[in-house]
């Protein structure tokens, strides 16, 4: 590693959640970790990797704080590759933020939130995209959240990514050797096998830029609006599922005038479930209000429930008609009050997206649940092994990576010089470098740090 201490201060954070718990641990880091850290333990001394039993003393006044576990991470085998000390000490509240303060009136500063990730980055130990992936392990709130982030932490993506990024920096360097010597003295790659090699690396791209919508499904689970007439049952389903009194049941039409979202966790599935104003057409003012957020819900759904009364379908088609308008997402049709059926019906027999349900009486909600999870999971491939991008940044940067490379066939095809087919591809790789870092700005750098916890 070049330079362990590209920061000059030495900082330090209760890295464990605030509130009850046995253990707190708090960090410090930088070029002065160890010796300040020493300035209130009652060792001497720590030796790398080892665990110390010592006491926290507060030498001004030399009284005792804490019995706690210390443990010296020297540079550059640590979290941030600088010297690392932590501190376990009791848990609570107050035990831990009286050796904050002490160790800041030793000199330490207090930590910005995810500066000990930044610190990693900036000092090499990860890469952007497993800084980023580390503040999404810490914030996944589904198995499959978590395992995307922890692909990405391990490096999975940065690998797919630089492989790509290897080739088009092959590719650029021939070009530019080609440019340096006559064709007496270098065999020139052939035009077809110049485009034959961009057009690989775009598949790629393209792959992985495809990959975003299952990504972003995974980390942040599956947007399930449930709309339909007023009266449908909407607001019994979701109360139904989360088996609570979320929303406000009655049998007035236009109960629901806002959107009431709720997080249900299935089978290692996130589904945020989307309770709406039931679709009608309306002169009352707030109703249509609701109504209008209504479809700007359906349009962001990833997957639509379309609730109706079994005993009064007839304006079914239309209501399929005005989500199709809307969005092409997959619909799922829950046939509701399936009780009030006089006579058994296979109504919906013939159609795998038709399921028949009661809400209130809580029938068919697991076969419900199974049709969405195996929608989703065909839909957005959610339990493929592949890697897949999951952050916004990282679409936009693979899409203007093919921009250039499409600009770079466009240059080759015009018969254009090496320089400005190097020119595209050259900004293809900026735009890659952007994802894993090397080239991000501050600006985009404090946007993803100060969105992670203090102690990270
Ligand atoms: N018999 C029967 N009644 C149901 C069932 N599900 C809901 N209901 C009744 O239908 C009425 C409307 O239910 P809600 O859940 O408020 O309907 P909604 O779709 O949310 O209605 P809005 O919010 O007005 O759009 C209530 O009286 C519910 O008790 C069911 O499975 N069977
Ligand atoms: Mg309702």
């Given at each position: 590693?070049?330079?362990?201490?590209?920061?000059?201060?030495?900082?330090?954070?209760?890295?464990?959640?605030?509130?009850?718990?046995?253990?707190a641990?708090?960090?410090?880091?930088?070029k002065?970790?160890?010796?300040l850290?020493?300035?209130?333990?009652?060792?001497?001394?720590?030796?790398?990797?080892i665990?110390t039993?010592?006491?926290?003393l507060?030498?001004?006044?030399?009284?005792?704080?804490?019995?706690a576990?210390?443990?010296?991470?020297?540079?550059?085998?640590?979290?941030?590759?600088?010297d690392?000390i932590?501190?376990?000490?009791?848990g609570?509240i107050?035990?831990?933020?009286?050796?904050?303060?002490?160790?800041h009136?030793?000199g330490?500063?207090?930590?910005?939130?995810?500066?000990?990730t930044?610190r990693?980055?900036?000092?090499?130990?990860l890469?952007?995209?497993?800084a980023?992936?580390?503040?999404?392990?810490i914030?996944?709130?589904?198995?499959?959240?978590?395992?995307?982030?922890?692909d990405?932490l391990?490096?999975?993506l940065?690998k797919?990514?630089?492989?790509?990024k290897d080739?088009?920096?092959e590719?650029s360097?021939?070009?530019?050797?080609?440019?340096?010597f006559s064709?007496?003295?270098?065999?020139?790659?052939?035009?077809n096998?110049l485009?034959?090699?961009?057009?690989n690396?775009?598949?790629?791209?393209?792959?992985?830029s495809?990959?975003?919508?299952?990504?972003k499904?995974?980390?942040?689970?599956?947007?399930?609006?449930?709309?339909?007439k007023?009266n449908?049952?909407?607001?019994?389903?979701?109360?139904?599922?989360?088996?609570e009194?979320?929303?406000?049941?009655?049998?007035?039409?236009?109960?629901?005038?806002?959107?009431?979202?709720?997080?249900?966790?299935?089978?290692?599935?996130?589904?945020?479930l989307?309770?709406?104003a039931?679709?009608?057409?309306v002169?009352n003012?707030?109703?249509k209000?609701?109504?209008?957020r209504?479809n700007?819900?359906?349009?962001?759904?990833?997957?639509?429930?379309?609730?109706?009364?079994?005993?009064?379908?007839?304006s079914l088609?239309?209501?399929?008609?005005?989500?199709?308008s809307?969005?092409?997402?997959?619909?799922i049709?829950?046939?509701?009050?399936?009780d009030?059926?006089?006579?058994k019906t296979d109504i919906?027999?013939?159609?795998?997206?038709?399921?028949?349900?009661?809400a209130?009486?809580?029938?068919?909600?697991?076969?419900?649940?199974k049709?969405?999870?195996e929608?989703?999971?065909?839909?957005?491939?959610?339990t493929?092994?592949?890697v897949?991008?999951?952050?916004?940044?990282?679409k936009?940067?693979?899409?203007?990576?093919?921009?250039?490379?499409?600009?770079?066939?466009?240059?080759i095809?015009?018969?254009?010089?090496?320089?400005?087919?190097?020119?595209?591809?050259?900004?293809a790789?900026?735009?890659?470098?952007?994802?894993?870092?090397?080239?991000?700005s501050?600006?985009?750098?404090?946007?993803?740090?100060s969105?992670?916890?203090?102690?990270k």
């Amino acid at each position: 590693m070049k330079n362990r201490y590209l920061f000059d201060d030495t900082i330090c954070a209760i890295a464990t959640p605030v509130g009850l718990g046995g253990i707190a641990v708090i960090r410090v880091s930088g070029k002065k970790a160890l010796i300040l850290s020493l300035k209130i333990l009652e060792v001497k001394n720590l030796n790398p990797r080892i665990s110390t039993f010592t006491h926290v003393l507060d030498k001004n006044t030399k009284s005792v704080i804490d019995s706690a576990v210390a443990t010296y991470f020297e540079s550059p085998h640590s979290y941030t590759g600088e010297d690392i000390i932590e501190i376990s000490s009791h848990g609570g509240i107050t035990t831990p933020n009286r050796i904050l303060k002490l160790l800041h009136s030793v000199g330490i500063r207090l930590a910005e939130p995810g500066e000990f990730t930044r610190r990693a980055f900036v000092n090499g130990k990860l890469d952007l995209l497993q800084a980023e992936a580390v503040g999404d392990v810490i914030n996944s709130v589904s198995e499959n959240s978590q395992k995307i982030a922890e692909d990405i932490l391990e490096g999975k993506l940065s690998k797919l990514i630089n492989e790509i990024k290897d080739k088009l920096v092959e590719i650029s360097s021939i070009l530019e050797l080609e440019l340096d010597f006559s064709e007496e003295e270098i065999n020139p790659l052939p035009k077809n096998k110049l485009n034959e090699k961009i057009k690989n690396s775009i598949k790629s791209l393209k792959t992985l830029s495809k990959s975003y919508s299952s990504g972003k499904i995974k980390r942040e689970g599956v947007l399930i609006p449930i709309v339909g007439k007023p009266n449908a049952g909407k607001s019994s389903l979701l109360n139904a599922l989360l088996k609570e009194n979320r929303a406000i049941i009655s049998n007035t039409p236009g109960t629901t005038r806002d959107s009431i979202e709720e997080v249900f966790k299935h089978h290692g599935n996130l589904f945020r479930l989307v309770d709406t104003a039931g679709l009608r057409s309306v002169e009352n003012e707030v109703e249509k209000i609701g109504i209008e957020r209504t479809n700007s819900i359906i349009e962001k759904g990833d997957i639509i429930l379309l609730i109706s009364d079994v005993t009064q379908l007839d304006s079914l088609e239309n209501e399929i008609n005005n989500i199709r308008s809307l969005t092409d997402v997959p619909i799922i049709i829950a046939l509701n009050k399936s009780d009030l059926l006089k006579r058994k019906t296979d109504i919906a027999k013939n159609d795998r997206m038709k399921i028949l349900i009661s809400a209130k009486h809580e029938q068919n909600l697991d076969g419900l649940l199974k049709l969405l999870a195996e929608t989703a999971e065909e839909t957005y491939k959610i339990t493929s092994e592949s890697v897949a991008i999951c952050h916004l940044r990282h679409k936009q940067a693979i899409e203007n990576a093919i921009d250039s490379l499409n600009n770079s066939i466009n240059a080759i095809n015009k018969n254009m010089s090496n320089e400005f087919i190097a020119f595209d591809i050259q900004n293809a790789v900026t735009s890659l470098n952007d994802i894993t870092g090397q080239t991000t700005s501050q600006d985009v750098l404090n946007n993803i740090f100060s969105n992670f916890c203090i102690g990270k």
